[in-house]
């Protein structure tokens, strides 16, 4: 099944000489605190406007408190000048409550920062979907079930807020398509028990409005949260669904459907004893400004390196607090405590490669 974008994998290998920075540092600090990341996720406001039966970052609180626009415009600019070469807004809450986060989009373009948007879409509107498909490499909306009555259940908000998606996907798409605009335009939703017989429909219905993809993706189980409700989902047996899915599929719409990434949440397994991305080659500001390392383990000391209002990006990136957080994850981390299929599981698995070739590597 097609999966032009590599949702489903990873880029890293796009990326050769961050990787080879990274590789010929060994295991030198004065050399690996240069290496910065190549993507970052910011989370520029905590609150929420829905309340999903999945969320993985319940425990944050969803607390009403956003970055400070200034502050984040100036990191972006320094983060730019260090290499960071893009950024997702997303996060513990829903990043379109944050007060012009457009404009904050349309700052990284004019600084060399390929930009992308997580959202549920609801609090879209015209004037500011027009400078996110202008601006954004990409738009990805969660969106849960096929129908109103199901997407209230699981967003637990009002069957209105479906409508209002639809629309604003509409109007996104339309407005990609009249101004010759580049960004792609997607749908993703996580398989659940509750919305597995909607996800054809779901399918039809966004390829009818003209989105690129729809990715359907199996739920992980955040360490921290208090969300317990698919801890022991099988998706065993929902694999074989991707099949019936590729009848949607042509050369202007895709089901990217994560058979792969089921495959592992079954298994349940990492082929690698040590996570090589963390703190390298992503990282998490989260809505108070702090930076951290890894998205599993926000609100932890070991992982967080500092915060953005009292240091430059810069600084907190290449300060002692990283140095003992690298020391931290390469010596006393146990990844089989980790979340299963995190995000930088197909990352790891590739550095892991790099660090520990089989014997024939030379006999390419």
């Known amino acids: ?23 010929e540092a060994g295991d030198d600090w004065e050399k690996l605190k240069k290496v910065y990341p190549i993507y970052v996720e910011i989370s520029p406001y905590g ?9 993985g970052l319940d425990y944050m609180g969803y607390s009403h408190i956003g970055l400070q626009f200034d502050t984040l415009k100036n990191t972006l600019t ?32 004019s600084v060399g920062i390929d930009t992308a948007l997580t959202t549920n879409f609801v609090p879209a509107n015209q004037q500011n979907v027009e400078r996110f498909i202008k601006n954004c490499s990409w738009i ?9 009555k199901n997407y209230a259940q699981i967003h637990r908000t009002k069957e209105k807020d479906y409508d209002k998606v639809i629309e604003n996907l509409k109007y996104a798409v339309d407005t990609r398509n009249k101004n010759g605009y580049k960004c792609t335009i997607g ?25 690129d993809y729809l990715v359907v993706k199996p739920y992980s189980q955040h360490l921290f949260s208090e969300t317990k409700k698919y801890v022991n989902i099988d998706y065993a047996s929902m694999i074989d669904m991707g099949e019936s899915l590729q009848q949607f599929n042509d050369e202007k719409f895709q089901v990217v459907f994560r058979a792969n990434t089921m495959k592992k949440y079954v298994e349940k397994k990492q082929p690698y004893s040590t996570c090589h991305s963390t703190p390298f080659f992503w990282g998490y500001i989260a809505a108070d400004g702090k930076i951290f390392g890894c998205s599993a383990y926000l609100g932890q000391d070991k992982f967080c390196y500092g915060n953005i209002y009292d240091n430059t990006f810069e600084e907190i990136w290449e300060s002692n607090k990283r140095k003992e957080s690298y020391e931290y994850v390469q010596n006393t981390l146990d990844i089989k405590n980790c979340r299963v299929n995190c995000r930088m599981d ?6 892991w490669n790099l660090k520990n070739p089989n014997l024939h590597v030379n006999f390419i």
């Not at 990805?140 to 096929?146: C, E, F, H, P, R």
């Open 1 to 23: 099944m097609s999966d032009k974008y590599a949702i489903d994998s990873h880029k890293l290998m796009y990326h050769p000489t961050r990787v080879a920075q990274w590789h």
């Open 78 to 109: 320094n983060m730019a000048s260090k290499g960071v070469k893009s950024v997702m807004f997303a996060g513990e809450g829903e990043p379109l409550l944050f007060k012009n986060l457009d404009l904050i989009v349309e700052h990284c373009s």
């Open 187 to 211: 749908v993703q939703t996580l398989l659940l028990p509750e919305n597995r017989d909607e996800v054809a429909i779901l399918a039809q219905t966004c390829k009818d409005i003209g989105v």
């Open 47 to 55: 609150g929420c406007n829905h309340r999903c039966t999945f969320c």
């Open 346 to 351: 197909e990352v790891n698995r590739y550095l």
């Open 140 to 148: 990805k909306v969660s969106l849960n079930a096929g129908s109103a």
